[in-house]
């Protein structure tokens, strides 16, 4: 019994030390405006119903809630142009009006006219890119209030994910330039941290550096001195105790302590 208390205790440990990663991260998950994206599992799409919100008719997405199931039969709420421009513009990704209908354009196919019909594996095509998955590394295809995109994860940016954001790593605004892109696709710490997390502070932008922090010259404040006050604000000085708790050391601690008490649970040094 003790040994189950202990092993459950180690698995809520390891859920705690992901989950505090995650937080300190922005993942893309919102549109140009600022509303959560809609992700859709392709794998699970599945045709209209009448309580469903989104859904399959006739092969293709659609909004069911535009549509009315009428003896068997699926028929749209009106047939005018101003609908058809919002399923191309919001439901397709290569869609095109054609005599007052949306369709996909020569080549496209699919329920969201993604397939492109030169590639195999009903793959995407992007110019530059070629055949590829419709998001790339490992973004999920979402609905948002302007049409089709993808939800990132990690430090990835852009419609499909598919540019390269290190910024994203950081948990705010703040912190936006501990990392920065490199060459060869992967993050790096910027010139002004070090460190496996780029938690360190090794120079400053506008301050002086003194025992692992900055202190900022007048008009600037941040953790490295690169954010200028704005007119008629007083700029709060940086303190250690303060920086520290800012470029997240006590998170860092935090999770050393757990990794600790975790291997002792592992190696049986701790009994009940």
Same mark, same amino acid.
């Given at each position: 019994m003790i040994l189950k208390g202990i092993?459950?205790?180690?698995h809520i440990i390891l859920i705690l030390l992901f989950l505090s990663g995650v937080f300190l991260q922005r993942f893309k998950n919102t549109d140009s405006d600022g509303e959560n994206l809609e992700e859709i599992n392709l794998d699970?799409?599945?045709?209209?119903?009448?309580?469903t919100e989104f859904g399959l008719i006739n092969g293709f997405f659609e909004e069911c809630g535009l549509w009315e199931?009428?003896?068997?039969?699926?028929?749209? =709420? *009106?047939n005018n142009i101003e609908y058809e421009e919002i399923r191309c513009k919001h439901n397709r990704i290569n869609g095109i009006i054609e005599n007052g209908i949306c369709i996909c354009k020569p080549g496209w196919s699919g329920a969201f006219c993604h397939i492109y019909n030169k590639c195999s594996d009903n793959l995407f095509f992007r110019k530059g890119r070629g055949c590829t998955t419709i998001c790339e590394n490992n973004g999920?295809?979402?609905k948002g209030n302007n049409g089709l995109e993808c939800s990132c994860k990690n430090q990835w940016d852009g419609r499909w994910c598919e540019r390269l954001a290190c910024w994203r790593l950081t948990p705010d605004e703040?912190?936006?330039?501990?990392?920065?892109?490199?060459? =060869? *696709?992967t993050c790096k710490c910027s010139e002004y941290y070090?460190?496996?997390e780029c938690l360190n502070i090794v120079s400053c932008v506008h301050g002086?550096?003194?025992?692992?922090y900055c202190k900022c010259h007048p008009s600037y404040h941040g953790e490295i001195c690169d954010i200028k006050c704005k007119t008629n604000q007083t700029c709060i000085e940086n303190l250690p105790e303060e920086i520290l708790s800012v470029n997240s050391v006590n998170y860092n601690i935090f999770n050393q302590v757990l990794l600790f008490i975790l291997l002792l649970i592992h190696f049986k040094i701790i009994f009940v």
């Open positions: 092993h459950f205790f180690g699970t799409l599945a045709n209209c119903t009448t309580e199931y009428d003896n068997g039969k699926w028929r749209k =709420n *009106g999920v295809l979402s703040l912190h936006s330039r501990r990392f920065i892109n490199s060459v =060869n *696709g070090s460190g496996p002086k550096y003194e025992n692992g």
